[in-house]
């Protein structure tokens, strides 16, 4: 399902037909969360493998008040058979988005991309993620906050993260690619390699 456009009864109604699906890619724009229909129709998509779900840049930030886009789109969902998940484009604060992950024990596939973190921080969202998981394949990058305190980037900035330490922290017990220091050195080199290379164009 790419570029799902339909009313919300329509949406709801698809689902009777999800409990029988194993692998979903949905594609949302900012308008189709409205009243919590999109995670009820997800949460009927209990026998999922794999999830593909994106969002769009106006779901970055939460303009909702007390519901959070994220939790309208996979509030209540839980994926015990998930293997393989890609989240792009949404964004959450840390406990919510560990509460919906922790329910998918058997996960091994983990990418999240373009994702902004609005409460806590991505090293300890990781370590948690690294207790919980023995994942396999793992990709973190054009991450928007969660650094620390100190390091701000201003609005929507998105920082990239060394996808070397991250498969040696999340697969060998590496060192943790998200703090501070490691972001700050892993964004200054592809700056420097990007200009160097810019550079050399003749």
């Not at 689902?15 to 949460?43: D, E, M, P, Q």
């Not at 969002?55 to 007390?66: I, N, Q, R, T």
Request: glycine letters at 6%; hydrophobic letters at 40%; a negative charge.
């Amino acid at each position: 399902m790419s570029a799902f456009d339909t009313t919300v009864r329509r949406f709801t109604d698809v689902a009777n037909c999800f409990k029988t699906l194993t692998k979903l890619s949905l594609s949302l724009s900012f308008s189709h969360h409205t009243g919590n229909s999109v995670a009820s129709a997800l949460s009927s998509a209990t026998n999922l493998k794999s999830l593909f779900i994106e969002g769009d840049y106006e779901m970055f930030y939460d303009v909702l008040g007390p519901v959070s886009v994220f939790s309208a789109i996979l509030g209540g969902c839980r994926f015990t058979n998930l293997r393989s998940l890609l989240m792009a484009k949404l964004s959450s604060g840390n406990i919510e988005l560990l509460e919906f992950l922790r329910h998918s024990p058997l996960l091994n596939r983990l990418t999240i991309c373009e994702f902004a973190l609005k409460e806590g921080l991505w090293q300890e969202v990781a370590l948690s993620l690294r207790a919980i998981f023995q994942l396999k394949r793992v990709k973190f990058d054009a991450l928007i906050g969660g650094i620390s305190d100190s390091y701000q980037l201003g609005f929507g900035e998105s920082y990239s993260i060394d996808p070397q330490m991250v498969e040696d922290f999340f697969l060998r017990n590496g060192d943790n690619p998200f703090t501070e220091e490691t972001v700050k050195l892993w964004n200054d080199k592809t700056r420097d390699e990007a200009g160097n290379a810019q550079e050399a164009t003749p």
